[in-house]
């Protein structure tokens, strides 16, 4: 059953669906804008394109005539993936959800207006003037996010009518794609937030991984651990969107959707259609299958007959503070000689600030509390530098 899969992004989440791939026997070409990167170190082959290339995309498909196109970033020309669909290649998780959840327009409008699930309030803009309307109609403060960006980049929170143009020019910048356009949604006062990870199957019950909490520092998450505190009731709220939204996109495999739990219930947030970085924490062994083992399965139409919570873990990352090329790290070893421990080095080729570069895992028995867990991996990380 050996299938050829083309992983169109290489980063550390790519890197571990790889290494899942590689346990059983699958053939992965990994794809990204720069050479070397994490999941390339993996992978049986590697193309190095600007994915944003239309005519570069359809000519690497049909030099490897993959199996299954397995997208794992936003900046992907992803129109071109309903053409290899009708070449009978398997899109991850399809063609639709591919379109829907790379653009943060289309999954909120679906989830907002189609579904009816509770979402914050929101506008667009594709100008800074067109900011500054919407920042009016929903009010201070709010979020701005680039419609096409990944692990934050390009997300701020417009406290004031000064921070306004300064906002869009951060979005532009971390924007990913052709097209500047934001989202800008009115600010939920929210108690926690929640990754619920749904794995769809093609012949089998969707399946919900426990939740993870998680916490962000400029729109990128820092720690995650599994399983949050959440209430029987909210729970089943946000399993009910989950299924409601993931169903409506289609296909198999892994979902992060987001949640912010309220006062008043529970507020969709938004959704990545792969296995998400705050799930990380389920390397730390607290699931019988981790979220890239899952997502591989789900892909490969292999049954997973349950999920299992096997222990209660943490994540922190490990940040680089500076540009370089030439990285080396301290402190490995002071990690490596901790019980209940585990980190995994991402193998990035360069460094700029704030970029991730590892991840510290740490695990204990379900009856731990979960902040001690917690408080661990973000202590244990601190002992790793990032020598530029």
Not at 253 to 269: A, D, H, M, Q, R
Not at 335 to 356: E, M, N, Q, W
Request: proline content about 4%.
């Amino acid at each position: 059953m050996t299938k050829k899969i083309l992983l169109l992004g290489s980063g550390e989440l790519g890197k571990e669906f790889v290494i899942a791939a590689q346990r059983i026997g699958q053939t992965v070409i990994a794809v990204d804008s720069y050479e070397n990167a994490p999941a390339m170190q993996v992978a049986h082959g590697f193309e190095v394109i600007n994915m944003l290339d239309g005519a570069e995309l359809d000519r690497i498909v049909s030099k490897h005539q993959p199996d299954f196109i397995v997208p794992e970033i936003e900046a992907i020309r992803t129109e071109r993936f309903y053409d290899y669909e009708k070449q009978g290649i398997t899109v991850v998780p399809s063609a639709k959800a591919a379109n829907f959840t790379m653009n943060r327009k289309a999954i909120r409008d679906l989830a907002a207006k189609d579904l009816g699930l509770r979402t914050a309030n929101y506008r667009y803009a594709t100008s800074a003037e067109e900011l500054q309307k919407a920042v009016t109609e929903v009010g201070l403060p709010c979020v701005v996010k680039p419609l096409m960006s990944s692990s934050g980049k390009g997300q701020s929170t417009i406290k004031s009518e000064a921070d306004i143009a300064k906002a869009w020019q951060y979005a532009e910048e971390g924007s990913r794609g052709d097209i500047i356009e934001v989202i800008v949604e009115a600010f939920v006062n929210f108690n926690s937030e929640i990754t619920l990870l749904t794995v769809t199957q093609n012949n089998n019950p969707t399946l919900f991984c426990a939740p993870i909490g998680h916490r962000q520092e400029r729109g990128d998450y820092q720690e995650s651990w599994q399983p949050a505190q959440v209430s029987d009731k909210d729970l089943f709220e946000a399993q009910d969107m989950a299924e409601k939204i993931t169903e409506a996109i289609g296909g198999a495999g892994l979902f992060g959707v987001e949640f912010f739990l309220t006062n008043e219930g529970v507020y969709f947030s938004e959704l990545s259609p792969r296995p998400h970085d705050t799930g990380m924490v389920t390397l730390a062994g607290t699931q019988n299958f981790n979220e890239f083992e899952l997502h591989l399965r789900a892909i490969l139409s292999l049954p997973i007959f349950e999920i299992t919570l096997e222990k209660a873990g943490a994540s922190a990352v490990i940040l680089a503070h500076g540009n370089s090329t030439n990285l080396t790290y301290t402190g490995i070893s002071d990690v490596a000689s901790l019980p209940k421990t585990d980190f995994r080095i991402f193998g990035k080729p360069t460094s700029r600030p704030y970029r991730r570069m590892g991840v510290v895992l740490t695990n204990d028995s379900l009856n731990t509390p979960i902040e001690t867990i917690v408080e661990k991996a973000k202590e244990t990380a601190k002992l790793v530098t990032v020598n530029l």
